[in-house]
């Protein structure tokens, strides 16, 4: 591989404002995923990123396999958790192949990152097992602290990306609407839709409050019901095909 993915590397190593938020919601997510689906015998899982939610995944009894792109997020990634023992593959999603089958598939705050977020959706149903499910999390463009940057004047447009997100490598945001949108067109249905951390105000005056670990751990808890308002977005996914009637 070429390494053309390695320019973000800086924005995984912990010297960014956003880590405060970022380990709040990349913690967060993997154990509610953890508590939907119980003991998977193979977790198929897009993206390191920051390392966090593989890290939690790594914990669990089945087989944890984990595809990143970057070589450079790879590195850095065993640099920082060299105890971690999840089978990570270098490859792009795009590109990715196998005949094995997963019981879960995560998209841990990766649509965002893709040129083809239903390209992707629709590539990865082919490695769903029989009664498999998919969880997508995406940041939302929505998140209350940025309607009140709006309506405060502050922020024209919501789901304008900013400097941070461009060396996150971020190309979109979502909405609840967007996300729903989406996976209906890559033919999945929603099973369950949830709220990752209600954050009411911008990063640095929610650090400069110096809030008490409990008052965070409720922002999570809160978020769970309004997805609309939430940071993040984490849908529970199915094939239509497979879903439910």
């Known amino acids: 591989m070429n390494g053309r993915l390695d320019v973000h590397v800086a924005a995984y190593q912990g010297k960014n404002i956003y880590d405060f938020d970022n380990e709040i919601a990349l913690t967060w997510y993997p154990k509610r995923i953890a508590h939907a689906v119980k003991d998977p015998r193979a977790v198929l899982d897009l993206g390191l990123g920051h390392g966090f939610a593989t890290e939690i995944f790594s914990d669990g009894s089945g087989r944890h396999v984990v595809l990143e792109g970057s070589p450079a997020v790879i590195q850095n990634f065993k640099l920082r958790f060299p105890d971690n023992k999840s089978e990570v593959i270098e490859t792009y999603f795009e590109e990715f192949d196998t005949d094995e089958r997963f019981d879960l598939i995560v998209m841990g705050f990766v649509l965002e990152h893709?040129?083809?977020?239903?390209?992707?959706?629709?590539?990865?149903r082919t490695f769903l097992a029989p009664a498999g499910k998919l969880f997508v999390a995406v940041p939302n463009a929505e998140v209350m602290n940025r309607r009140l940057g709006h309506l405060a004047g502050m922020l024209p447009d919501m789901e304008a990306l900013s400097e941070n997100d461009r060396v996150l490598g971020h190309k979109r945001y979502f909405t609840v609407d967007t996300l729903t949108t989406l996976v209906s067109d890559a033919g999945y249905t929603i099973e369950k839709l949830e709220g990752i951390y209600l954050k009411p105000f911008a990063?640095?005056?929610?650090?400069s409050l110096n809030l008490d670990t409990k008052i965070i751990q409720a922002l999570c808890e809160m978020g769970i019901e309004y997805?609309?308002?939430?940071?993040?977005?984490?849908?529970q996914l199915a094939p239509v095909d497979a879903a439910r009637p």
């Open 227 to 235: 997805p609309e308002l939430s940071c993040g977005i984490l849908a």
């Open 114 to 124: 893709v040129d083809d977020p239903l390209l992707i959706l629709n590539r990865f």
């Open 203 to 207: 990063t640095s005056q929610i650090l």
